[in-house]
């Protein structure tokens, strides 16, 4: 699981991507908080584009998954 905490008043939205630009996992929020659940996807590295107003990219983080 991984927590994200924004400090944003307005929807957002979010995007899992794999390192060659395949979209795994995307969502939206409409709170400050939010947890996303890893436990399905496969050992590896991965992106997650943070996305306000369906257009204004805020960050791009980089994680990896370990089991």
């Not at 994200?4 to 008043?9: E, G």
């Not at 996992?25 to 584009?49: H, P, R, W």
Request: no cysteine.
């Amino acid at each position: 699981t991984v927590m994200i905490d924004m400090d944003l008043s307005a929807p957002w939205s979010y995007k899992i991507i794999t390192t060659d630009g395949k979209l795994i996992k995307s969502g939206t929020a409409n709170t400050n908080s939010l947890s996303i659940d890893l436990a399905d996807m496969s050992k590896g590295v991965y992106f997650i584009q943070l996305i306000m107003d369906q257009q204004s990219e805020l960050n791009i983080i980089k994680f990896s998954v370990v089991k």
